[in-house]
């Protein structure tokens, strides 16, 4: 792997904590993929995405690693609760270190990205790992779908127009779950230091390297509130124009499309539009100001446990 961050051991000041837990030994002997989970103060919704993903997997198929950054709650307690699960733990909170952390313990490909907040169940998982040995395929993403059950009207307004975007056909961002082959691995060095990591990792591969796995789908839960909305937008936007500063080979934003592609098409989707179209100037001007520039604006409201059956494990998604 290029440019793979130096492995780091246990006890050393800026060391991570490492649990291994009930993992059995390391290597990539019998393991079928590998799974980075970059967890910030995730306690809430983590149990959730670990059981499911690792549902109806056999022991030792997967190596999963959780690595909890900055954490003030029971993130990693709740990761060493799940057999099979490692635990890193970092002491400063930032979803770059810890994604390169993750790399640097992880020894199987592919190798699958996962925010702590998706489900993304063991059959999901499998699919996706096997897209990426398709010949050409570097990547690999799931299809989204956008849980917007009870949310208010113009936050369902925006997502009417944002779940028709094109921006989002064949692209790896906006799902929670990205595969890479190591040759698609191979394709950077260590994570860079930017909020939309996920845009950084759709820009280093072709329209032909990547595949949206149609029978695999992400749930992404929406913001419970408009002000949660407009917090989230202010962060992706500022993400976004970061990586685009630093990057000219990042896919420009079309700022028309939501109208031209989306609502002339269909004009019964123009009041949505209306809203997609407020909410995105408002967030476009939050943006600019540098204390949205420099604080993670994460969408807190969206980060509430499940239904889970029985055994605790939501169901799969279909």
């Known amino acids: 792997m290029t440019g793979e ?3 780091t051991s246990p006890g050393g000041p800026s060391s991570p904590r490492v649990d291994v837990g009930a993992q059995p030994p390391r290597g990539s002997g019998g393991k079928r993929l590998s799974v980075v989970v970059a967890a ?23 190596e999963v690693v959780v690595v ?13 609760s799940v057999s099979g699960v490692t635990v890193l733990e970092l002491p400063e909170p930032g979803k770059p270190a810890a994604l390169n952390a993750g790399d640097a313990v992880v020894a199987t490909f592919p190798r699958i990205y996962l925010d702590a907040d998706i489900p993304l169940p063991t059959a999901g998982a ?34 009417a127009i944002n779940r028709r975007h094109p921006a989002y056909r064949n692209a790896l961002f906006g799902r929670g779950a990205i595969a890479l082959s190591a040759a698609g691995r191979d394709r950077f060095g260590p994570f860079p230091d930017v909020v939309a990591d996920d ?3 759709d820009t280093q591969f072709t329209e032909a390297e990547k595949r949206e796995v149609a029978e695999v789908s992400t749930v992404v839960a929406t913001p419970r509130r408009t002000a949660d909305l407009l917090r989230r937008l202010g962060r992706v936007r500022a993400g976004n124009a970061s990586l685009r500063a630093a990057d000219d080979q990042v896919r ?8 031209v592609d989306v609502v002339l098409p269909r004009p019964w989707l123009l009041p949505a539009g209306v809203c997609y179209a407020g909410l995105t100037l408002l967030a476009a001007t939050a943006a600019r100001r540098p204390a949205v520039r420099n604080r ?12 889970a059956d029985a055994d605790g494990v939501p169901g799969a998604t279909p």
């Open 252 to 259: 420009r934003a079309r700022r028309a499309s939501w109208l």
């Open 40 to 62: 910030h103060n995730e306690a809430a919704v983590l149990g959730r995405t670990l059981r499911t993903l690792l549902a109806t997997a056999a022991p030792a198929e997967f």
């Open 68 to 80: 909890a950054n900055g954490c003030t709650d029971a993130t990693a307690a709740v990761a060493r």
């Open 199 to 201: 845009l950084f990792l």
């Open 126 to 159: 499998r699919a996706l790992a096997a897209a990426v040995t398709a010949p050409g395929v570097l990547a690999a993403a799931p299809r989204r779908r956008l849980d917007t059950t009870g949310r208010p009207l113009l936050v369902r307004g925006y997502y």
């Open 5 to 7: 961050p130096a492995p």
């Open 296 to 307: 993670w604006g994460r969408d807190e409201s969206s980060r509430v446990p499940g239904p």
